[in-house]
């Protein structure tokens, strides 16, 4: 089993900066990917940026202006967000992906960019 405990939402201002970061616990390879999904309002939950020892993937909308990254050692993963717009604004789950696949989930941490 993987629990996984989010932190560093919040409200910014067009153009900020936030991190996000995800503490995951439980049985976890580098070859899992853990990553970042969000759900804006009335939206479908989408792919942000995902990480694993072998691959490493964004969205086209945050290319170039967010980063992931990942201590495997710590099981944790990061989501450096700059020059945010307010179509950013969602609910930012965490993500761990297990081959079957079997998807875990964090409790989702709400990031609000106003204009």
């Known amino acids: 089993q993987v629990q996984l405990v989010e932190s560093g939402g919040g409200l910014v201002q067009a153009g900020g900066s936030l991190r996000l970061s995800c503490a995951a616990s439980?049985?976890?390879?580098?070859?899992?990917?853990m990553g970042w999904y969000r759900q804006g309002p009335g939206k479908q939950r989408e792919l942000v940026a995902t990480?694993?020892?072998?691959?490493?993937e964004y969205t086209d909308s945050v290319k170039g202006r967010f980063a992931i990254s990942r201590d495997y050692a710590k099981n944790t993963v990061y989501l450096q967000m700059n020059r945010l717009k307010p179509e950013d604004t969602a609910v930012y789950y965490c993500?761990?992906?297990?081959?079957?696949?079997?998807?875990?989930w964090g409790q989702g941490t709400q990031v609000t960019v106003s204009s």
């Open positions: 993500n761990v992906r297990k081959p079957g696949p079997v998807n875990y």
């Open positions: 439980g049985s976890i390879s580098g070859f899992n990917a």
């Open positions: 990480i694993s020892v072998t691959n490493t």
